[in-house]
């Protein structure tokens, strides 16, 4: 299961990986290998196939200058720049990083980072949700479900609701980044066509990813109000050839689905406040 912390690490890592591994069995490391051996092999592989020469190993008061910036949003303090230039520990480095991933500053900041990333428009925040998703070390799929189905008869959970709320109104945006934002894939342009580099994403699956959202539905006021979902509002659009299609639930994998995201909470809650 990917926590958080586990997809922060392996993040900056995974598109080198995919382009690595392009190669031989014989260059693939065993599954049992740390994160640590899997990175440097990773990465080094993708250096050499490039033909880059990589820079040589930063000193140590460079590198935890730029770990504690990177992990927990400031620079180091003269003190710990100093013990860890002092430390003799052979895993003084993987100890440094425990330490700044297990502190409160790498909670703020990533809260920061990622309140800033989901909310780009600046219409609302998620930043009292964040902080009890990522100081609890949430799984990365659990933090996309409440996000995209929140329970909101949840205190918490109704502040991640702001993120579709805020979307409903252009559900073309929202489907945009979405893909962009949790699946690292930008469809935006098949929208009005098929993409002309990529093959594999048509109209098809834009407005297939469409589709999970077009039933969907605001009450209330804005970022307060509830979501629920209407029992109609398929998506249909034309392409190129100007034939009008009915898109089907789809992601961006191809694979198809015959449900919708079902809000059976919010219609409780619904009729809980109604009471």
Known sequence: MLTFRWVWAAAAVLPMIGTATAGTDAELLPSDRGIAEVVD??????????????????????????????LA??????????????????????????????????????????????????????????????????????IFRELMIPDQT?????????????????????????????????????????????????????YGMKAFFSRTFATGNGNDGFLAEHGYGDVRFKTTEDVERKARLMFLSGAGSTSRMRRSRQAKTRKKSAS
């Open 73 to 142: 949003g400031r620079i180091s303090t003269a003190a710990e720049a100093r013990a860890y230039i002092d430390s003799r520990a052979r895993d003084k480095r993987a100890r440094l990083v425990e330490r700044l991933m297990a502190s409160e500053s790498f909670v703020r900041h990533q809260v920061n980072e990622l309140d800033t990333m989901l909310m780009a428009d600046g219409k609302g925040s998620l930043r009292e949700y964040l902080v009890v998703a990522v100081g609890e070390n949430r799984p990365w799929d659990r």
């Open 41 to 70: 092999h990773y990465i080094g592989l993708a250096l050499k196939k490039a033909a880059v020469t990589p820079v040589p190993l930063a000193d140590d008061a460079t590198l935890v200058r730029r770990l504690t910036l990177d």
């Open 154 to 206: 949840d205190k918490v959970q109704k502040v991640a609701a702001v993120y579709l709320l805020r979307g409903l109104k252009d559900l073309d945006r929202l489907t945009a980044d979405v893909s962009s934002t949790f699946f690292g894939v930008n469809v935006s342009c098949a929208q009005c066509h098929d993409h002309p580099l990529v093959p594999d994403w048509k109209q098809d699956h834009f």
